[in-house]
């Protein structure tokens, strides 16, 4: 099992690494995984999975990428009908509590969309959230998150905190 994803499951102990076959549809589209997903519940007998993908480890960043995923399971096993523009290769963890806590998360807040947990980049020293909203010259500032377990909801204030004015 990769560092990153050994890392990353001491703050998320509730996931688990499943193995997801690539089935991308003709339909479907990049960085939409949500729509996908849920699509292709609609027109087969599936049901839609949601977690994580760790992708590979960058020397030049010193850190692996995490990012929220959905994706698909039938009575074949779990596969991702979404399309993806990289080379990379993902680890996948099955969380269903961070789609249960995202929309706990925006209901609470009386939000008028449900919002997902930013990208994430995890090495051996840290861990940190991608600050959607507090850039300068096109580039996303990178937010530390503590090194023990952490819920949905801390994520989601660390990465939205300006939009959500939760600090």
Request: one cysteine or more; a negative charge; hydrophobic letters at 35%.
């Amino acid at each position: 099992m990769r560092r990153s994803v050994r890392e990353f499951l001491v703050r998320r102990p509730e996931a688990r690494v499943v193995r997801v076959e690539s089935r991308v549809h003709p339909e479907a589209r990049r960085n939409q995984c949500h729509v996908n997903s849920f699509r292709e519940m609609d027109r087969s007998p599936s049901t839609v999975v949601a977690g994580w993908i760790v992708g590979d480890y960058f020397p030049e960043h010193d850190s692996s990428p995490v990012m929220f995923h959905f994706w698909n399971r039938d009575e074949h096993g779990d596969y991702d009908v979404t399309p993806r523009g990289d080379r990379q290769t993902y680890t996948y963890l099955e969380d269903y509590a961070v789609m249960f806590d995202s929309d706990r998360f925006s209901r609470d807040r009386a939000l008028d969309s449900v919002y997902y947990p930013a990208v994430m980049r995890i090495s051996d020293r840290e861990c940190a959230v991608k600050h959607y909203l507090d850039w300068q010259d096109g580039v996303y500032h990178w937010i530390p998150v503590r090194r023990q377990r952490y819920s949905i909801a801390e994520l989601l204030t660390v990465a939205y905190s300006t939009e959500l004015d939760l600090r």
